[in-house]
């Protein structure tokens, strides 16, 4: 069975880097199983419900919250537009009212932790990630070394970076780049070789 | 009126410099003029220069809201050069070049036209063809130009980042030897001296705030000092063409947009060129005094502030250190910006409008300031004759009627594009 | 000059081992690069600008002019550093700079002689030269110029450094450290607001620092810092400037993080650049001292007075022994009187004739010489003062009566105070007059979220500025939305009573007549005197901007910082208004120089921009692919085999497709999911041609106009199901095509019921083309693909490689060929795939070199047509286009111009000889001369390895009806003059028969 | 740095964006095929001192066009709508 391969595959090298001391930072990445867009027009949120309801989700969140229901979570990334990971094939949803988009291969997760986590996101991109403005369940979009992505705040100090797959190595490389003051440590690479089961 | 020169100089020396006499009169204004200039930067005064030069016509004020060269002949990054390509473009500025050539001399004031050349960087293949064709194009029109592979313009610009490191590797260069400098508030100033000295009134202080009218036909001028009244009016306000037409009921093909102009503080003579980065909107010199003077893109939105944002101050300063990486620890020292008077496809206007007795001249995009002698002396024609020189035939308003657009970059009505 | 043996805010448990021009200084921990030289003795620092003067420290601060040396060498070497500011550090080397041969021995010195011909804007009068249409004369001077102009010596050495951006938000933002700012962030932080607060010095405490130790005001800073530190709203940056205010209430500030030792430590940064967004701030950036006007006044020894007191609380030099304190203000009586305390002599010549009482006491129970209505006229002296020529001034600083010399080595004045409003200024314009301390401060306008305290809105008195502080950051906390309440401001301390007042608005001491008793400078780094203002005023140069830009008068490094008011006092006298009226130039960004290094962050080199890559990119390296920039991609460029160079590698490549099989990665095309009940309707308006009837399963190759009827793009559309289209575009306009479609859709045809969502990072693209592809492609997928199966522009799905794979039958190449759609995690599993069962077939992998060369001998358009400015005729689509139907740029594309026959269309060129012609060169007719330009020009060329000769395509005039025909092909820049027959741009297989086979 | 206040995101950097165009001008219909419609609407501007009103796109977003009042004297930014709903809004504010 083939196996998809993370744009990271080769770049991703374990091991402690930057300066001396504490670890600041974690950085690594993690497996996106089933990603896909679901959007519509007048009426979305009518389309979208027995969709949502059938993965136990309520009504696909906020802008800013995100909204999780077991291995499944979905991010309202527009006023008709939901992006929702660890979905099912969702093809067959598709109707007048409503259209379904596979994104599975065109997103990398970037896992990020440690106390200086904020700190770096806050070199990075233009929006506020203190505690205060940024607290776990809460996602934005902007932009990172000129590419706009996703993050989602997954716990106090830890944070899912969705990246577009093509950009994937510019943005890791900016983030080591850029989290060399903090010293950081590069988890041991389990998920660059994403198993999944082959799309049909 | 003194004649500047060596010794000139030296005589006022020993006088202690107490006898030097006004650069320009500060008269009163006539009650009717048969031309009054709206604006006072290097076009209205080039152009009130070549209308009494060439011309004869020498009852003409140039009225300035502020004072003479302080809008954008004052704020930009004072090159000179003649690479364009587009037919309707090429010769007219390479008419300009060739006044500037001769500039100083003529206006007996030194404008500092310094010839030390301008490479344009390429870094893809297919930036090198554009080249090759732009390069061809001014050849074939009797203007220098020259195509350098990067082994030559690494032999003559080793400062440049020629490593692997660099994003946007250096594949080559277009080069034009007659390109350089001109120091620009110079070029305001003795344009004002050789057109005061002509017997033309300059006005400073003094704004336009609306016209005359005889019927449909423009008849002068309203300024906050009161009524001035002209056979013909001709507008020179780069960036607030669009105001000044709307006054007249015009709508023109016209963005303003803010373009920022940074200079570092002043070292020792590091760069002795004009070097345009291809990768990204950059460009920069040496000034005279030791400054590094570096130009960047526009800041993207319609602004009549004179005042930049930051963003464009990081990629304008990112794209110095991309381009040659020495520069990091060198300081900035000042950066400022002005309103460019953008037009839709990147190209300017001399012209009558279809407002009897207003004639317009602007959209300079940022091509202004290389323009300044050929703008005045073509406008200057325009203004005398009633009819456009063939070197600004082109420059009209209903080109985007016809689509003869002149667009030398190819990216379409997007004035911030240019 | 001496460092005293006790007192001072310096660490003489910590000394430094530090060189100035290979002279070691006394230093310690504590001290800068100017204390340090004060201490060593180091009068003579520095050379000015134009005249080559001697110039000495003038001040202790960031308006220093005068005191500007190299700092550090090798990589780190830096340029134009102000002593002044420069920590003291153990190993630091500087160097003086813009003097030759030696800094007391300089031969640029001479123009010091010459001056009166460097008189205002001399360059503007001279060197113009005698030759007509000439510059040479002119650029033979100015190489002299610059060498002698410029001045410190900059580095063609890369920084070793590391640099970093930070964004920041905060409720409030105080800028400055001292007794203002701190009560400011106070009361904000007593509130509950989050506070920023920034010190461009080290150390807090502002004009405190001045103060003598174990005055009143260190316990009261101590307490300030102590109650700031324990609350966690608070956060203060110390060595942080902040150098400019913008738009959006947005700050940028740069922390010197490492600048105040040898070398950072590893991974760790030199500066950080900070973009700060508050809510509200408060600019307590206190008053810099102002110069008085003088002959010599630039002579080293001539000092403002409160920096040699400042030198003497906080360094513990006396930085003279025979001292002449000259003043029109009060503040400098408390100079005088520390001076006097600490041994040394002082004459104190006030120019106003009756000092209020407490001044006169302060300055006598000290013992210091006092002479009301007295002024320094000039300082003697060369590279050291040695005397002071005093004389009784009237109210306007005119001598009356006689001058008598006294010995002197050190002259320290005060012009009363300008405060700092640059930030101010920057955002909101002009600052206003305030006439009591004769300076510009902010108009006080409550709802500026940015305002002023202390002595930078020129408060008179310590009450004052701890109240102004106080209160500004309390409403500043109150506005930001605060929760709490500031509670009352703190208590003041005993210091000196007199702060910044009692002014007496005269600056420059002159003969009865009116004269200056030598050179009196306004403007000391770039060597703007008197004598030039009063001549710019001659020649009608009157305005402040004139004035500045005529005589260069506060465009140095210190950006008018201290000449600015004596300047306008000047010109209001010559213009006979007052100094409001004459007005004021506007402050710049940045308020201090910054590195470059700083703002730019980590985005250099390699990262300048980001980069895209294709899933498939690495196995591209690993097989020796020679890559290639495409916009922000980096694509196979074609694949040496051995030494290949890239002509025999592509010609090698493309020959190859068309024998055997190739396949080259297409990932980085543009791909857009159109999906939608209103889909085709969509299509039918943004492409030129019909979408209705392209059934399931089908594709379609087409065309997109500008709005001005331009052609934007092409590509090919598949329709894989009821609504759901797949678009492909070129590589170069995905990102435009995709913002075109949304602002089509979400503003002008809200009707649709469409979206378009970018699919490009979703598939890996692979093309395989050639005879052999079929029976490939059927080998690895097992699929049939016969003719019948999947004819062209038909697709299908298959397995490859046990992935599920989109198989678009089409040709950009002219041979049979596909385009292979593959999920991106499986794009490199499927190329291997391919590859490793392409053995059997020959197959190889092409770059984007061959690839243009199969295209052009098609006839296919790419980026060198599709340049903007060619129209769906000039590149022979019109056929596309759909008359029934109204598309994008349907209407704009009859214009006249657009329509002109005469119009360049494309056309094919057979070049004759064996060297091909070059992408850019000239087309002209056989006879014509080869001037102006031209009939058309050549956009791509290629050797065409099918057709076994150099072939083009090329834009023509008239081309369709010039076929046959011979032109000249004209590469000037390239020297070189080939002719070509002009023939159909299908050179290859115009039916298309091996396509459709 | 002007800071918009999208809808969808909430304040942002101007970065995150990219400029559109005048808005004030709207698009003549498809079938319109009056010539000096489309030139106005594609090259003629009025290019105000003041409040404008124009497009941004906040492509580093959530990738929706908005229409935003921005006074091109003092950078200082009016209402902010998405594209979509910004002729309703205009009708509202004009009630």
Same mark, same amino acid.
């Given at each position: 069975?083939?196996?998809?391969?993370?744009?990271?595959?080769?770049?991703?090298?374990?091991?402690?880097?930057?300066?001396?001391?504490?670890?600041?930072?974690?950085? /690594?990445?993690?497996?996106?199983?089933?990603?896909?867009?679901?959007? /519509?027009?007048?009426?979305?949120?009518?389309?979208?419900?027995?969709?949502?309801?059938?993965?136990?989700?309520?009504?696909?969140?906020?802008?800013?919250?995100?909204?999780?229901?077991?291995?499944?979570?979905?991010?309202?990334?527009?006023?008709?537009?939901?992006?929702?990971? /660890?979905?099912?094939?969702?093809?067959?949803?598709?109707?007048?009212?409503?259209?379904?988009?596979?994104?599975?291969?065109?997103?990398?997760?970037?896992?990020?932790?440690?106390?200086?986590?904020?700190?770096?996101?806050?070199?990075?991109?233009?929006?506020?990630?203190?505690?205060?403005?940024?607290?776990?369940?809460?996602?934005?979009?902007?932009?990172?070394?000129?590419?706009?992505?996703?993050?989602?705040?997954? /716990?106090?100090?830890?944070?899912?970076?969705?990246?577009?797959?093509?950009?994937?190595?510019?943005?890791?490389?900016?983030?080591?780049?850029?989290?060399?003051?903090?010293?950081?440590?590069?988890?041991?690479?389990?998920?660059?070789?994403?198993?999944?089961?082959?799309?049909? | 009126?003194?004649?500047?020169?060596?010794?000139?100089?030296?005589?006022?020396?020993?006088?202690?410099?107490?006898?030097?006499?006004?650069?320009?009169?500060?008269?009163?204004?006539?009650?009717?003029?048969?031309?009054?200039?709206?604006?006072?930067?290097?076009?209205?005064?080039?152009?009130?220069?070549?209308?009494?030069?060439?011309?004869?016509?020498?009852?003409?004020?140039?009225?300035?809201?502020?004072?003479?060269?302080?809008?954008?002949?004052?704020?930009?990054?004072?090159?000179?050069?003649?690479?364009?390509?587009?037919?309707?473009?090429?010769?007219?500025?390479?008419?300009?070049?060739?006044?500037?050539?001769?500039?100083?001399?003529?206006?007996?004031?030194?404008?500092?036209?310094?010839?030390?050349?301008?490479?344009?960087?390429?870094?893809?293949?297919?930036?090198?063809?554009?080249?090759?064709?732009?390069?061809?194009?001014?050849?074939?029109?009797?203007?220098?130009?020259?195509?350098?592979?990067?082994?030559?313009?690494?032999?003559?610009?080793?400062?440049?980042?020629?490593?692997?490191?660099?994003?946007?590797?250096?594949?080559?260069?277009?080069?034009?030897?007659?390109?350089?400098?001109?120091?620009?508030?110079?070029?305001?100033?003795?344009?004002?001296?050789?057109?005061?000295?002509?017997?033309?009134?300059?006005?400073?202080?003094?704004?336009?705030?609306?016209?005359?009218?005889?019927?449909?036909?423009?008849?002068?001028?309203?300024?906050?000092?009161?009524?001035?009244?002209?056979?013909?009016?001709?507008?020179?306000?780069?960036?607030?063409?669009?105001?000044?037409?709307?006054?007249?009921?015009?709508?023109?093909?016209?963005?303003?947009?803010?373009?920022?102009?940074?200079?570092?503080?002043?070292?020792?003579?590091?760069?002795?060129?004009?070097?345009?980065?291809?990768?990204?909107?950059?460009?920069?010199?040496?000034?005279?005094?030791?400054?590094?003077?570096?130009?960047?893109?526009?800041?993207?939105?319609?602004?009549?502030?004179?005042?930049?944002?930051?963003?464009?101050?990081?990629?304008?300063?990112?794209?110095?250190?991309?381009?040659?990486?020495?520069?990091?620890?060198?300081?900035?020292?000042?950066?400022?910006?002005?309103?460019?008077?953008?037009?839709?496809?990147?190209?300017?206007?001399?012209?009558?409008?279809?407002?009897?007795?207003?004639?317009?001249?602007?959209?300079?995009?940022?091509?202004?300031?290389?323009?300044?002698?050929?703008?005045?002396?073509?406008?200057?024609?325009?203004?005398?004759?009633?009819?456009?020189?063939?070197?600004?035939?082109?420059?009209?308003?209903?080109?985007?009627?016809?689509?003869?657009?002149?667009?030398?970059?190819?990216?379409?009505?997007?004035?911030?594009?240019? | 000059?001496?460092?005293?043996?006790?007192?001072?805010? *310096?660490?003489?448990?910590?000394?430094?081992?530090?060189?100035?021009?290979?002279?070691?200084?006394?230093?310690?921990?504590?001290?800068?690069?100017?204390?340090?030289?004060?201490?060593?003795?180091?009068?003579?620092?520095?050379?000015?600008?134009?005249?080559?003067?001697?110039?000495?420290?003038?001040?202790?601060?960031?308006?220093?002019?005068?005191?500007?040396?190299?700092?550090?060498?090798?990589?780190?070497?830096?340029?134009?550093?102000?002593?002044?500011?420069?920590?003291?550090?153990?190993?630091?080397?500087?160097?003086?700079?813009?003097?030759?041969?030696?800094?007391?021995?300089?031969?640029?010195?001479?123009?010091?002689?010459?001056?009166?011909?460097?008189?205002?804007?001399?360059?503007?009068?001279?060197?113009?030269?005698?030759?007509?249409?000439?510059?040479?004369?002119?650029?033979?001077?100015?190489?002299?110029?610059?060498?002698?102009?410029?001045?410190?010596?900059?580095?063609?050495?890369?920084?070793?450094?590391?640099?970093?951006?930070?964004?920041?938000?905060?409720?409030?933002?105080?800028?400055?450290?001292?007794?203002?700012?701190?009560?400011?962030?106070?009361?904000?932080?007593?509130?509950?607001?989050?506070?920023?607060?920034?010190?461009?010095?080290?150390?807090?405490?502002?004009?405190?620092?001045?103060?003598?130790?174990?005055?009143?005001?260190?316990?009261?800073?101590?307490?300030?810092?102590?109650?700031?530190?324990?609350?966690?709203?608070?956060?203060?940056?110390?060595?942080?400037?902040?150098?400019?205010?913008?738009?959006?209430?947005?700050?940028?500030?740069?922390?010197?993080?490492?600048?105040?030792?040898?070398?950072?430590?590893?991974?760790?940064?030199?500066?950080?650049?900070?973009?700060?967004?508050?809510?509200?701030?408060?600019?307590?950036?206190?008053? @810099?001292? $102002?110069?008085?006007?003088?002959?010599?006044?630039?002579?080293?020894?001539?000092?403002?007075?409160?920096?040699?007191?400042?030198?003497?609380?906080?360094?513990?030099?006396?930085?003279?022994?025979? *001292?002449?304190?000259?003043?029109? !203000?009060?503040?400098?009586?408390?100079?005088?009187?520390?001076?006097?305390?600490?041994?040394?002599?002082?004459?104190?010549?006030?120019?106003?004739?009756?000092?209020?009482?407490?001044?006169?006491?302060?300055?006598?129970?000290?013992?210091?010489?006092?002479?009301?209505?007295?002024?320094?006229?000039?300082?003697?002296?060369?590279?050291?003062?040695?005397?002071?020529?005093?004389?009784?001034?009237?109210?306007?600083?005119?001598?009356?009566?006689?001058?008598?010399?006294?010995?002197?080595?050190?002259?320290?004045?005060?012009?009363?105070?300008?405060?700092?409003?640059?930030?101010?200024?920057? $955002?909101?314009?002009?600052?206003?007059?305030?006439?009591?301390?004769?300076?510009?401060?902010?108009?006080?306008?409550?709802?500026?979220?940015?305002?002023?305290?202390?002595?930078?809105?020129?408060?008179?008195?310590?009450?004052?500025?701890?109240?102004?502080?106080?209160?500004?950051?309390?409403?500043?906390?109150?506005?930001?939305?605060?929760?709490?309440?500031?509670?009352?401001?703190?208590?003041?301390?005993?210091?000196?009573?007199?702060?910044?007042?009692?002014?007496?608005?005269?600056?420059?001491?002159?003969?009865?007549?009116?004269?200056?008793?030598?050179?009196?400078?306004?403007?000391?780094?770039?060597?703007?005197?008197?004598?030039?203002?009063?001549?710019?005023?001659?020649?009608?140069?009157?305005?402040?901007?004139?004035?500045?830009?005529?005589?260069?008068?506060?465009?140095?490094?210190?950006?008018?910082?201290?000449? !600015?008011?004596?300047?306008?006092?000047?010109?209001?006298?010559?213009?006979?208004?007052?100094?409001?009226?004459?007005?004021?130039?506007?402050?710049?960004?940045?308020?201090?120089?910054?590195?470059?290094?700083?703002?730019?962050?980590?985005?250099?080199?390699?990262?300048?921009?980001?980069?895209?890559?294709?899933?498939?990119?690495?196995?591209?390296?690993?097989?020796?692919?020679?890559?290639?920039?495409?916009?922000?991609?980096?694509?196979?460029?074609?694949?040496?085999?051995?030494?290949?160079?890239?002509?025999?590698?592509?010609?090698?490549?493309?020959?190859?497709?068309?024998?055997?099989?190739?396949?080259?990665?297409?990932?980085?095309?543009?791909?857009?999911?159109?999906?939608?009940?209103?889909?085709?309707?969509?299509? !039918?308006?943004? #492409?030129?041609?019909?979408?209705?009837?392209?059934?399931?399963?089908?594709?379609?190759?087409?065309?997109?106009?500008?709005?001005?009827?331009?052609?934007?793009?092409?590509?090919?559309?598949?329709?894989?199901?009821?609504?759901?289209?797949?678009?492909?575009?070129?590589?170069?306009?995905?990102?435009?095509?995709?913002?075109?479609?949304?602002?089509?859709?979400?503003?002008?045809?809200?009707?649709?019921?469409?979206?378009?969502?970018?699919?490009?990072?979703?598939?890996?693209? @692979?093309?395989?083309?050639?005879?052999?592809? $079929?029976?490939?492609?059927?080998?690895?997928?097992?699929?049939?693909?016969?003719?019948?199966?999947?004819? !062209?522009?038909?697709?299908?799905?298959?397995?490859?490689?046990?992935?599920?794979?989109?198989?678009?039958?089409?040709?950009?190449?002219?041979?049979?060929? #596909?385009?292979?759609?593959?999920?991106?995690?499986?794009?490199?599993?499927?190329?291997?795939?391919?590859?490793?069962?392409?053995?059997?077939?020959?197959?190889?992998?092409?770059?984007?070199?061959?690839?243009?060369?199969?295209?052009?001998?098609?006839?296919?358009?790419?980026?060198?047509?599709?340049?903007?400015?060619?129209?769906?005729?000039?590149?022979?689509?019109?056929?596309?286009?759909?008359?029934?139907?109204?598309?994008?740029?349907?209407?704009?594309?009859?214009?006249?111009?657009?329509?002109?026959?005469?119009?360049?269309?494309?056309?094919?060129?057979?070049?004759?000889?064996?060297?091909?012609?070059?992408?850019?060169?000239?087309?002209?007719?056989?006879?014509?001369?080869?001037?102006?330009?031209?009939?058309?020009?050549?956009?791509?060329?290629?050797?065409?390895?099918?057709?076994?000769?150099?072939?083009?395509?090329?834009?023509?005039?008239?081309?369709?009806?010039?076929?046959?025909?011979?032109?000249?092909?004209?590469?000037?820049?390239?020297?070189?003059?080939?002719?070509?027959?002009?023939?159909?741009?299908?050179?290859?297989?115009?039916?298309?028969?091996?396509?459709?086979? | 740095?002007?800071?918009?206040?999208?809808?969808?995101?909430?304040?942002?950097?101007?970065?995150?964006?990219?400029?559109?165009?005048?808005?004030?001008?709207?698009?003549?219909?498809?079938?319109?095929?009056?010539?000096?419609?489309?030139?106005?609407?594609?090259?003629?501007?009025?290019?105000?001192?003041?409040?404008?009103?124009?497009?941004?796109?906040?492509?580093?977003?959530?990738?929706?066009?908005?229409?935003?009042?921005?006074?091109?004297?003092?950078?200082?930014?009016?209402?902010?709508?998405?594209?979509?709903?910004?002729?309703?809004?205009?009708?509202?504010?004009?009630?």
């Amino acid at each position: 069975m083939a196996e998809a391969l993370s744009p990271l595959h080769h770049t991703i090298t374990p091991g402690r880097y930057g300066v001396a001391g504490d670890v600041g930072i974690t950085l /690594g990445t993690r497996q996106i199983a089933g990603l896909w867009q679901i959007a /519509g027009w007048q009426g979305f949120d009518r389309a979208a419900a027995p969709v949502l309801a059938a993965m136990g989700l309520h009504d696909g969140g906020s802008y800013r919250r995100a909204e999780q229901a077991g291995a499944v979570t979905a991010w309202r990334i527009a006023p008709d537009k939901i992006l929702i990971e /660890g979905a099912p094939d969702l093809s067959a949803h598709s109707s007048d009212d409503l259209v379904t988009l596979d994104l599975g291969h065109a997103r990398t997760a970037i896992t990020l932790g440690g106390a200086a986590a904020r700190d770096l996101l806050m070199q990075l991109c233009a929006v506020d990630c203190s505690a205060a403005a940024f607290a776990p369940g809460a996602f934005i979009q902007t932009g990172i070394h000129h590419v706009g992505v996703l993050i989602h705040c997954t /716990g106090p100090d830890s944070f899912d970076i969705l990246v577009p797959g093509t950009w994937a190595e510019t943005i890791w490389e900016a983030l080591h780049h850029n989290a060399l003051p903090h010293g950081y440590e590069v988890s041991a690479d389990n998920n660059s070789r994403i198993s999944r089961t082959n799309p049909t | 009126m003194t004649k500047y020169s060596a010794f000139s100089l030296v005589r006022h020396a020993l006088s202690g410099n107490r006898n030097w006499t006004r650069a320009w009169r500060d008269p009163e204004s006539k009650p009717a003029y048969d031309v009054v200039i709206v604006g006072g930067g290097g076009h209205g005064l080039a152009t009130a220069y070549y209308l009494a030069k060439e011309h004869g016509i020498t009852n003409v004020a140039v009225v300035e809201k502020g004072w003479l060269g302080g809008g954008n002949t004052g704020r930009n990054t004072t090159i000179v050069r003649s690479n364009y390509m587009m037919p309707g473009n090429t010769m007219f500025y390479e008419r300009s070049m060739q006044l500037w050539e001769d500039l100083s001399q003529d206006l007996n004031y030194n404008v500092m036209i310094s010839q030390r050349g301008q490479y344009n960087l390429c870094h893809s293949p297919g930036q090198m063809d554009a080249a090759r064709r732009r390069g061809n194009v001014m050849r074939a029109n009797g203007i220098d130009a020259e195509l350098f592979d990067r082994a030559e313009v690494k032999r003559r610009l080793p400062y440049l980042d020629y490593s692997d490191k660099a994003r946007f590797p250096i594949h080559g260069a277009i080069y034009q030897s007659r390109a350089g400098t001109a120091r620009h508030d110079a070029v305001a100033w003795g344009f004002a001296r050789g057109a005061d000295r002509r017997g033309v009134d300059i006005l400073q202080q003094r704004e336009v705030t609306g016209y005359l009218w005889d019927g449909g036909r423009i008849a002068g001028v309203q300024t906050s000092q009161g009524e001035i009244r002209a056979k013909k009016v001709a507008l020179c306000v780069a960036g607030h063409s669009g105001h000044l037409a709307q006054m007249a009921g015009l709508r023109l093909p016209i963005e303003t947009h803010c373009l920022q102009a940074f200079v570092t503080e002043p070292y020792k003579p590091l760069v002795d060129t004009v070097i345009s980065f291809g990768a990204a909107h950059f460009y920069l010199s040496q000034s005279d005094k030791g400054g590094l003077v570096l130009g960047g893109d526009l800041d993207m939105y319609n602004s009549y502030a004179q005042k930049g944002g930051l963003p464009i101050v990081e990629h304008t300063l990112a794209s110095a250190k991309a381009l040659m990486p020495c520069m990091s620890r060198l300081k900035l020292l000042r950066h400022w910006a002005g309103v460019m008077d953008m037009s839709m496809d990147g190209s300017p206007f001399i012209t009558k409008t279809p407002v009897e007795g207003l004639y317009l001249n602007g959209g300079w995009n940022y091509g202004g300031f290389k323009a300044t002698p050929a703008s005045g002396w073509c406008f200057a024609y325009t203004i005398a004759r009633d009819a456009p020189h063939k070197d600004n035939a082109e420059f009209t308003l209903e080109r985007f009627n016809r689509g003869y657009q002149i667009d030398e970059k190819g990216v379409g009505p997007q004035p911030n594009a240019h | 000059m001496k460092r005293l043996p006790s007192g001072g805010r *310096i660490d003489r448990s910590a000394p430094l081992n530090i060189r100035f021009d290979g002279r070691t200084l006394p230093a310690f921990r504590g001290d800068t690069l100017s204390s340090a030289m004060l201490a060593g003795g180091v009068s003579l620092v520095g050379r000015s600008f134009k005249y080559h003067r001697p110039r000495g420290i003038y001040s202790a601060g960031v308006e220093e002019p005068g005191a500007m040396v190299h700092l550090r060498d090798g990589p780190r070497h830096e340029p134009n550093v102000r002593a002044t500011v420069a920590e003291a550090f153990d190993g630091l080397v500087a160097t003086s700079q813009n003097a030759w041969p030696s800094l007391s021995f300089d031969i640029g010195a001479v123009n010091n002689w010459l001056g009166p011909f460097f008189s205002a804007g001399f360059y503007y009068k001279t060197f113009i030269g005698p030759f007509r249409r000439s510059t040479w004369f002119w650029m033979m001077c100015e190489t002299f110029i610059r060498k002698a102009a410029g001045m410190g010596r900059a580095s063609y050495m890369e920084d070793p450094d590391q640099y970093e951006k930070r964004n920041a938000f905060c409720d409030v933002l105080v800028i400055g450290g001292g007794v203002a700012g701190l009560s400011a962030a106070l009361a904000a932080g007593r509130a509950g607001a989050q506070v920023l607060l920034v010190e461009q010095d080290f150390e807090l405490g502002g004009a405190v620092l001045s103060d003598p130790v174990g005055s009143a005001g260190d316990d009261w800073v101590a307490r300030a810092r102590a109650e700031l530190q324990a609350l966690d709203t608070v956060r203060i940056l110390t060595r942080t400037t902040a150098f400019g205010a913008y738009d959006g209430d947005t700050y940028g500030l740069v922390e010197r993080v490492s600048d105040h030792v040898k070398v950072p430590v590893a991974h760790q940064l030199r500066q950080r650049y900070w973009l700060v967004r508050a809510k509200r701030a408060v600019m307590a950036t206190g008053a @810099i001292e $102002r110069p008085l006007v003088f002959g010599g006044n630039d002579t080293p020894g001539v000092m403002l007075a409160e920096s040699v007191r400042s030198y003497l609380n906080r360094f513990a030099v006396l930085a003279g022994q025979t *001292i002449v304190v000259a003043t029109n !203000n009060n503040s400098a009586y408390a100079a005088a009187a520390d001076l006097a305390g600490a041994g040394a002599d002082v004459t104190l010549a006030d120019m106003r004739t009756t000092p209020p009482v407490e001044a006169r006491t302060l300055a006598e129970t000290a013992g210091v010489r006092l002479l009301p209505g007295h002024g320094v006229i000039e300082a003697r002296g060369g590279k050291r003062v040695t005397g002071a020529r005093l004389v009784p001034v009237d109210g306007t600083g005119r001598a009356q009566g006689a001058t008598q010399t006294v010995k002197a080595d050190m002259i320290a004045v005060s012009g009363g105070w300008t405060p700092v409003v640059h930030l101010w200024s920057q $955002r909101y314009g002009k600052p206003v007059f305030h006439g009591e301390g004769a300076c510009f401060i902010p108009d006080g306008q409550d709802s500026h979220p940015l305002q002023g305290a202390g002595t930078a809105m020129a408060a008179a008195s310590l009450s004052e500025v701890i109240a102004q502080g106080f209160d500004r950051g309390a409403e500043a906390a109150q506005a930001a939305g605060a929760p709490g309440d500031a509670g009352k401001a703190p208590d003041g301390f005993a210091c000196r009573p007199f702060w910044q007042n009692g002014l007496h608005p005269a600056w420059a001491v002159l003969t009865a007549q009116g004269k200056t008793l030598g050179k009196a400078f306004v403007d000391f780094q770039h060597d703007v005197k008197i004598s030039d203002i009063d001549q710019a005023h001659l020649e009608g140069y009157v305005s402040v901007e004139h004035l500045k830009r005529y005589t260069t008068l506060g465009m140095a490094t210190d950006q008018g910082k201290l000449s !600015n008011v004596n300047a306008l006092s000047r010109m209001a006298e010559l213009r006979g208004k007052a100094i409001p009226d004459v007005g004021t130039t506007t402050f710049r960004p940045p308020f201090t120089p910054i590195s470059i290094g700083s703002l730019v962050g980590h985005e250099h080199g390699r990262h300048f921009r980001p980069t895209r890559l294709s899933p498939i990119h690495q196995w591209h390296v690993e097989h020796g692919a020679r890559m290639t920039e495409a916009g922000a991609w980096m694509r196979p460029w074609y694949y040496p085999q051995y030494a290949e160079d890239l002509c025999t590698a592509y010609i090698r490549e493309a020959a190859h497709v068309r024998a055997h099989v190739g396949m080259v990665d297409v990932s980085t095309l543009g791909k857009i999911a159109v999906q939608g009940p209103d889909a085709a309707e969509f299509l !039918n308006r943004i #492409y030129v041609n019909g979408w209705k009837t392209l059934a399931v399963g089908r594709l379609r190759y087409g065309v997109m106009l500008r709005e001005d009827g331009f052609v934007l793009d092409d590509g090919a559309t598949a329709r894989l199901g009821a609504q759901d289209y797949f678009m492909s575009t070129t590589t170069a306009n995905a990102a435009k095509v995709l913002a075109f479609a949304e602002h089509l859709l979400q503003t002008a045809w809200k009707d649709l019921r469409v979206h378009v969502t970018t699919v490009t990072d979703q598939w890996a693209a @692979i093309a395989v083309a050639g005879p052999k592809a $079929r029976a490939l492609l059927a080998k690895v997928s097992g699929a049939d693909l016969g003719p019948g199966a999947l004819p !062209n522009n038909h697709l299908t799905h298959a397995m490859i490689g046990g992935v599920q794979v989109r198989i678009h039958r089409m040709s950009y190449s002219g041979e049979l060929a #596909y385009e292979i759609y593959v999920p991106a995690g499986y794009g490199r599993h499927v190329w291997q795939a391919l590859h490793d069962a392409g053995g059997a077939f020959d197959l190889r992998p092409y770059g984007t070199e061959a690839m243009g060369a199969l295209r052009i001998e098609k006839g296919h358009v790419a980026g060198p047509e599709l340049d903007g400015r060619t129209t769906l005729k000039d590149l022979g689509l019109e056929g596309f286009a759909s008359s029934k139907k109204p598309f994008v740029g349907s209407v704009l594309q009859q214009r006249p111009v657009l329509e002109d026959p005469q119009r360049p269309t494309l056309v094919g060129l057979e070049i004759e000889g064996d060297t091909g012609a070059k992408p850019g060169a000239l087309l002209y007719a056989a006879k014509a001369d080869a001037k102006g330009h031209g009939d058309g020009w050549v956009s791509s060329t290629t050797y065409s390895p099918a057709l076994g000769r150099y072939i083009a395509m090329g834009l023509l005039k008239n081309g369709r009806t010039r076929k046959g025909d011979v032109v000249r092909v004209e590469d000037f820049v390239g020297g070189q003059s080939l002719t070509a027959r002009v023939v159909s741009h299908h050179f290859f297989d115009p039916e298309g028969e091996r396509k459709n086979g | 740095m002007i800071r918009i206040d999208c809808p969808v995101c909430g304040l942002r950097d101007e970065t995150e964006f990219t400029y559109g165009a005048d808005a004030s001008v709207t698009r003549p219909a498809m079938e319109d095929t009056g010539m000096q419609h489309w030139v106005d609407y594609v090259f003629n501007r009025d290019n105000p001192r003041g409040w404008h009103r124009e497009y941004w796109h906040h492509v580093q977003g959530c990738r929706q066009w908005l229409v935003l009042e921005r006074n091109t004297l003092t950078h200082q930014i009016g209402t902010c709508h998405l594209a979509r709903d910004a002729d309703l809004a205009v009708k509202e504010a004009a009630k």
